[in-house]
Each structure stands twice: as C-alpha cells, then as structure tokens.
C-alpha cells in the first residue's frame, strides 16, 4: 500500500506568480483534501474532492483551484500568489463517505512567496 | 461556522505525570471529533475519534456535549508522547477544522 506523496517538497515563488502543487492519494482512497497551514496554527481546509468534482470549499479565493484526475491524484492551483500563501500546504486522501473517515495525510509542500 | 479551540500553544509536564489537552468546539449540529498528532519529522496522522470510543497509546477523550468540549487525557506521560497534537472536528465529507494545535513536552 503507496501512502500519500505530494510534490514538490518545497519551493519559492515570487508575488504575483502563479504555482501548481500536486498530490497522489493513497492506494484505494477516491477523495482528496487540501489545507494550508501556516506557521504556528493548525490546518486549515481549502477545498475537496470528489469523483473529479469539488466537493466542497472553505474560505479561500477563487484564485485558489484545484483539480482531480481519475486515477484520483489531485493539483492544487494558485494564481496571482501573495506575500499570505507562504505556508505548508498539506494533501489528505480518504474514502468517501459520511464523516469520521480517517483521513490520511503527505508530508506537505512548503511554499515560500517572496 | 464550526470552530475548534485548543487554548494551550505548550503543555510541558514531567514523565509519569497526568497529561490533559484541551480542546472546545462551537458547532450547532453534531459533529465528529478527532486527535490529530504529529511527532518529530512525521506528517500528521490520526490519533483517536469520538466516535471509536477507543484508547489509543493510553490516551482516551470524552466527548462532552454540554461542555462542548473533548478533551485528550492520558494519565501517565511517556516522552515518546512528546508531539504536536491537533484536535478536528467534521460535520460532513470528511472536511476538517482544526484547532490551533498543542505542543506537548515530556521531559525525563
């Protein structure tokens, strides 16, 4: 069993630069989430998917996107990046279903914006 | 809106002691609570949920509605205890909130 692997490990950008962070979920799981999580404070949730679908948001921009692939990797998109975005963006893949699914997590991308 | 609060950043105690992280939640349904934790240089995996009613490592959590709150206990510290840990909350799809986390040290 391939647990979560994301890519790249990190990277910097500059201000107004767009990236593209991606994700491989684990063997089996259909859903993958995405979170940022800057520094010193818990994870917060972006957005998921579902079945190529997104399958609910939290409060981040629309310049923040994402896609699914059916082998169910995942991309998360950012455009028009901020000084803000430098955090540690985590990917988490899980079965679908209701809540209290273990949700299994990569190893992060930290991105820099300078 | 679902909100998580860990009101400890540090939670320094000595091995062998009684350890409790707190964590309160504001959600108006019922939701599902989860420990997250994080050791060392390893991501972030879960530790226990609500709803297994299970010890996992010697910690255990109790689900207080009342209180809103869900509190992580073990009662006997080990270092290898010594992590960051994340209680989450989620209502629907397995999309979590997060508390701000608690940093746990064990000293021998």
């Known amino acids: 069993e391939t647990g979560v692997t994301q890519s790249p490990t990190h990277l910097i950008k500059t201000r107004g630069q767009q990236v593209t962070l991606r994700c491989s979920s684990q063997s089996g799981h259909n859903t993958v989430s995405w979170y940022q999580q800057a520094l010193g404070q818990g994870p917060q949730f972006i957005f998921q998917y579902y079945r190529e679908e997104e399958n609910g948001r939290g409060n981040f921009p629309p310049r923040f996107s994402g896609l699914q692939f059916p082998n169910y990797s995942s991309e998360l998109n950012v455009n028009a990046l901020e000084l803000d975005d430098s955090a540690l963006y985590l990917c988490?893949?899980?079965?679908?279903?209701?809540?209290?699914?273990?949700?299994?997590f990569g190893p992060g991308t930290r991105l820099t914006v300078l | 809106a679902q909100r998580v609060t860990q009101p400890e950043k540090l939670l320094s105690v000595f091995k062998g002691a009684p350890v409790e992280l707190k964590c309160n939640y504001s959600y108006s349904g019922s939701p599902e609570l989860f420990w997250y934790v994080q050791y060392s240089r390893q991501r972030l995996q879960l530790l226990l949920r609500h709803i297994s009613r299970e010890s996992i490592k010697g910690f255990t959590a109790d689900l207080n509605k009342g209180e809103t709150s869900f509190h992580l206990k073990k009662p006997f510290a080990q270092e290898e205890d010594s992590a960051m840990y994340y209680c989450?909350?989620?209502?629907?799809?397995?999309?979590?909130?997060f508390g701000g986390g608690t940093r746990l040290m064990v000293k021998p």
């Open positions: 989450a909350l989620t209502h629907a799809g397995n999309m979590l909130t």
């Open positions: 988490a893949s899980s079965l679908a279903g209701t809540g209290g699914n273990e949700q299994f």
